[in-house]
């Protein structure tokens, strides 16, 4: 019996995937504290006790995400763009486009038949179009993230927000906010900023498809479809696992491959 | 022939009245509500400092991004040709003009006549802007006033790696974590909005002399990190408050019909 293992520490999460025959068999996702060593930790050991499993029986790990050097346990790492293609092509073959976005940046990559890389393009200079927007705009809100995405279904009217800088864009929600706009239409104003600036960086590289979504963002349905609508793109669902779970699952395939390469110690 | 300038700003509103080419009173006062209200009460304010009428003000140029608002005004002109003939005023040989203001940054190029010949404005991200300035201000307890003294030498030379305001806070919010002096974190702070000043500046062929305007030339530890960042001598605006420059230029620009 082979047990492979996953770890993405990101900047807002740290996450972990068991698998055992490329079947995952334990997942988990905590928030990330100032040490990634510890974030990794905390993730993998929880994953670890949901399996019943212990450190001993995980053969290969490996590391990715912005803090996978300072992560003890792994065997090996592998950045997070590889992670992502390989997680995401697992789930869904047909994947050319991904886009992820995290808590702190955004990529869009995109993969070959084979789900070989073939380019990509990142945004961590701007918090616009990153996790970081939403977190800005829901602190502003006085809401959560996940009910930024809920709310914003049953809007109405969505607000134009005139400028996609965070600092200007919360200037303007606050404006709305005080003007007594309805939150949903509040709130799908957000996720339409959001799209439009993740569109721009989309549309630098060019989609092909089939177009899917990883990271924490991927869960906000308001900002998913603005996001297609903008595009005018259908961007498909990730429905086996957790979308924010990816980098942590194409880490773990990257385990398992190694494994099947023999490189596993007896 | 007495003619005035009107500059009405994202946070406040300048005035100046002149006589000729001398100047005989100004006002600046942080930006009301209502943007016609801020444009009443600077004027107001510069008449009475002035000791004169409205009806002795032959011409008003308004300017600024309210300029909109301004009941009162003979004719606009763009901030970008206020600030020009403002700058070409003082210093005749200025060729190069840094304006920054409370929410946008503006590099002009003039030619030896003073014309504009090109320029780069930034409204669209807070970095590089007063705002940047405002934030961090906040987030270190001290008024926007004295972090200019505070941040313009350094003990420990600190870095922030980011120019996006979110994520240089982020940055501040650790390094004072880490007890680091709020002076070192200035500096970097400067160091920081300089570059990002500087490769805005960069992206139009820079010539000198360079003259900055502006609110934030008033903040000497931004000037010395601009002046450092650009690698060359920057004038400023020294017998006049560099934050009506916009609205001097407005007035001369009233001197001609």
New interface residues.
Partial sequence: MTIVAGCDVGSLAAKAVIMERRRVVATAIVRSG?KPAESAKKAMDEALSQAKLTMNDITWCVGTGYGREKIPFVTESVSEISCHGKGAQFLIPSVRSIIDIGG?DCKVIKLDAKGNLVKFITND???SGTG?FLD?MAKVMNISVSELGERSLIAKNPITLA??????AQADVIKHINARRPAADVCAGINVAMANRVSMLANALGLENDICMTGGVAKNKGVVHALGRIMGKRIKEIRQIDPQLMGALGAALFAHEQTKKGGAQS | MITAGCDLGSTTAKAVIIENKSILASAVIPARLDPIVSAEDVMALCLKNAGLSRDRIKAIVGTGYGQQQIPFVSRLESEIVCHARGAFFHHPTARTIIDIGG?DSKVIKLDSNGKVVQYSYND???AGTG?FLE?MADSLNLSLEEIGSVGNTCKERLNIS??????AETEVV?LVNEEKDPGDILNALFRAMANRVCSQARSLTIENDVVMTGGVAKNIGVFNALCQSMGTAIKTITDLDPQINGALGAALLAQEA
């Fill in positions: 100032p702190q200079k701007c918090a970081r800005v400028s996609i800088c965070t600092v200007w | 929410q669209k991200c807070a705002r934030i980011n120019q996006c305001v979110i994520f650790s």
